[in-house]
């Protein structure tokens, strides 16, 4: 299996830009999926493939992928994406999947 | 309306077997696999394992294979995550969802299972 790390926490004032990040040797082989989880709520799929957002999910959330390292970027916060974000891919085998760390946006 | 919806929470002493479940509806159930996560109070998610309700090929994480089974009937279209002996460390709460194209899609609502004696 393989490991994926992120930064535990990140702050971004009302309306400014933050990009969160996603380290791992599974992601030079595949994409990452971004999931937002509220206190109390299961998570939400905002991100997957090369760019690519669910239906309903806001263009303000974006993704990018460099070597071993995934990003998701949010443009412009708004108070409501305050939340914990994990990446997820499959790991190294191909077979099985893995979780980030995770990351809790704060915005302020 | 797509949608997964997970058995009650469960409270259980070490040592005792449990079974909970996620029922789907909403999609042809044997065309995606179903993911069980478990996320530990005030912690992160833990990709637990998946299952192919078509045939049924299961596939766990090597940090839960031999603790956990996971099942599905796909005569009603139900998944199944099941332990034959609780330890207190699976005190948890315990998400299946639906593994689409992109990626988990679809999530139930959660069960929590707490472990005490």
């Known amino acids: 299996s393989s490991e994926l790390t992120q930064d535990p926490a990140v702050s971004v004032a009302l309306g400014q830009t933050v990009t969160i990040t996603c380290q791992g040797d599974?992601?030079?082989?595949?994409?990452a999926t971004w999931y937002q989880q509220k206190p109390g709520q299961a998570p939400v799929l905002v991100l997957f493939?090369?760019?690519t957002r669910p239906s309903g999910i806001p263009d303000r959330f974006s993704g990018s992928t460099s070597g071993n390292t995934a990003s998701l970027t949010l443009s412009g916060a708004q108070a409501d994406d305050e939340a914990d974000y994990y990446c997820s891919s499959r790991d190294t085998s191909g077979v099985l999947y893995v979780f980030g760390t995770g990351t809790k946006v704060t915005v302020l | 309306e797509v949608q997964l919806v997970q058995s009650g929470s469960e409270v259980k002493k070490p040592g005792e077997s449990l079974t909970i479940s996620c029922k789907a509806s909403g999609y042809s159930f044997i065309n995606y696999w179903i993911t069980w996560v478990r996320q530990v109070p005030g912690k992160g998610l833990e990709w637990v394992g998946k299952?192919?309700?078509?045939?049924?090929?299961?596939l766990y994480s090597p940090s839960f294979e031999g603790h956990v089974t996971i099942s599905a009937d796909k005569s009603i279209t139900t998944a199944y995550l099941q332990w034959s002996s609780l330890k207190a460390s699976d005190t948890a709460t315990y998400y299946c969802a639906r593994l689409g194209i992109g990626g988990m899609d679809v999530w139930g609502q959660g069960t929590t299972v707490t472990v005490s004696s």
């Open positions: 599974s992601l030079r082989s595949y994409y």
């Open positions: 493939g090369q760019d």
């Open positions: 299952i192919d309700p078509s045939d049924p090929d299961m």
